[in-house]
């Protein structure tokens, strides 16, 4: 997606660690105009399949998947990241390692919110090693429902995750995939 | 708003400890299309201001925020929760104590989101005791931006944070005002 890689180009920092900084434009400060167009996007590439929920994770995930949603005409579940006393009882779970905090968390589902008829498009801001796409995953098929597949909005190709997924049978749509990144040669797109 | 008090009484749970859980369509699983209904209140009650960004709180403040906005036109910020190792040095911050929680954390934004020529709407999805909008508000203030009010979807106005934040001479506009809520009696509104 063209206007993605441009803001990325333009806008991204890159960091020591292999960390992307889209911060002034997707995970910190959110610009509406832009994620409306890759909800636009998401929706082109899944066009003519069945889907009635999406699911992503806290917390800049929310962002995407709210405003795809409008242009799927579906709601949004979001996947919390720790126990709050405002969900009980009953929830799908799952462990996730996140490569951006060094530490492993669980995530969680009230099991209301997702039951077998749910043909269940997953997305998110990035796709790196796949572990919150994995743990997503599971959270869907434990209740039954149907993954259709998964919208990213930023792949890092160099990592093994998009390359897993997919071989395990995942689609998996990812709006830009970086190759390879370093602050002397920038962002090289696949 | 009558949409937003029908849903409400509609699919509002209420739990003990004054908890009212909508997490059927407002803080778990999102009513996107609600959500849209909600952004077109808030533009239009705060019509002929000038706001050019609006900050919410993670995470469920961020759904709330970004639908919002689409019918400002302008970027959404969110404040932070946790450090996080994407969020690099410069960062203006306050203490919460959350209700939800029982705790006391840290919320933090970024200095470069915030410049003395910004004029802010807050939204966030609930005010119970004020102490997320205080905390917002108190980031505006030490960046040099303008407040120009907040936005809440639900306010418990059995608790003083509203009354607290309105005599403090903020613009508190909450779409939904609960009085009194209990198993028996149910939601009433103000």
Redesign the interface.
Known sequence: MKALKDRIVKDGNI?E?N?L?V???L???????L??EIGKEFKRRFEGEKINKILTI???G??IA??A??HF??????A?KSK?????GDVYTSKVESF???RVYDIM??K??LNPEDHVLILDDFLANGQALLGLSQIVKDSGATVVGAGIVIEKGFQDGGKLLRESGLRVESLAIVDSMSVEEGVVFR
Chains 1, 2 share one sequence.
């Open positions: 960091r660690g960390v900084k911060d002034s434009f995970n910190h400060q959110i610009d509406v105009n994620l409306d806290e917390a800049s929310i962002a709210c405003i949603a409008r005409n579906v709601p949004v579940v979001f919390k709050t006393k405002n969900i009980a951006t905090h060094g589902v009230s209301e919110f």
